[in-house]
């Protein structure tokens, strides 16, 4: 099997959904793997026309009276094939995490006990703002999609996106605790 980017893989499990244009793409990815999985807007069409010339993915323009015609991408058999062979793969690695509180933190000597405090105490109201999005989500999902194929493994990785998020609350409950007591 040819290796293709994490990208194209994304973009051929996205096509198995409703989504066939590269607006509606976009949005799915706004949406939802965006929470997990980084996609820029400018790299979708350059890999919508890689998978057309890769043979994993038709394009077909459909036109709608008083609108703009529009490309509609479909996987192939091919396509098809490549995404189940690659979700058969193990994962390669595990993922590293870039953070920044935790750069900041780590070099914190530097700065004073309230502007550490008022750093984490941010960053938890960012996670705790991140929590309730995903139980938005999870909400929409449950009600809009509850008989999607899809809909379980969807909620799969909220799940794993909510878990992490209340660890991470947890942690800087626990962060602020210990920072007040060498404080005090």
Not at 1 to 17: D, E, P, R, V
Not at 42 to 66: H, M, N, R
Not at 131 to 146: D, G, P, R
Not at 166 to 172: F, H, L, M, T, V
């Given at each position: 099997?040819?290796?293709?980017?994490?990208?194209?893989?994304?973009?051929?499990?996205?096509?198995?959904?409703?989504?066939?244009?590269?607006?509606?793409?976009?949005?799915?990815?706004?949406?939802?793997?965006?929470?997990?999985?980084?996609?820029?807007?400018?790299?979708i069409y350059?890999?919508?026309?890689?998978?057309?010339?890769?043979?994993?993915?038709?394009?077909?323009?459909?036109?709608?009276?008083?609108?703009?015609?529009?490309?509609?991408?479909?996987?192939?058999?091919?396509?098809?094939?490549?995404?189940?062979?690659?979700?058969?793969?193990?994962?390669?690695q595990l993922?590293?995490?870039?953070?920044?509180?935790?750069?900041?933190?780590?070099?914190?000597?530097?700065?004073?006990?309230?502007?550490?405090?008022?750093?984490?105490?941010?960053?938890?109201?960012?996670?705790?703002?991140?929590?309730?999005?995903?139980?938005?989500?999870?909400?929409?999902?449950?009600?809009?999609?509850?008989?999607?194929?899809?809909?379980?493994?969807?909620?799969?990785?909220?799940?794993?996106?909510?878990?992490?998020?209340?660890?991470?609350?947890?942690?800087?409950?626990?962060?602020?605790?210990?920072?007040?007591?060498?404080?005090?």
């Amino acid at each position: 099997m040819k290796n293709y980017n994490h990208t194209t893989y994304a973009i051929l499990g996205i096509l198995t959904t409703e989504c066939k244009s590269g607006y509606a793409i976009k949005k799915f990815i706004d949406n939802s793997l965006n929470h997990f999985w980084k996609i820029s807007y400018g790299q979708i069409y350059p890999t919508l026309k890689s998978l057309v010339q890769e043979g994993l993915a038709d394009v077909y323009t459909s036109s709608s009276e008083g609108k703009q015609d529009k490309n509609e991408y479909h996987l192939t058999e091919k396509g098809i094939d490549t995404l189940k062979e690659w979700l058969g793969q193990p994962v390669e690695q595990l993922p590293i995490e870039r953070n920044e509180i935790l750069l900041k933190l780590f070099f914190s000597r530097f700065q004073s006990y309230d502007q550490t405090a008022l750093l984490l105490n941010q960053y938890k109201q960012r996670l705790e703002s991140r929590h309730q999005t995903y139980l938005a989500i999870e909400q929409s999902i449950v009600y809009h999609n509850k008989d999607d194929e899809d809909a379980m493994y969807w909620l799969f990785t909220l799940d794993y996106g909510k878990s992490v998020t209340i660890s991470a609350i947890e942690w800087c409950k626990r962060t602020l605790g210990k920072l007040q007591k060498k404080e005090d």
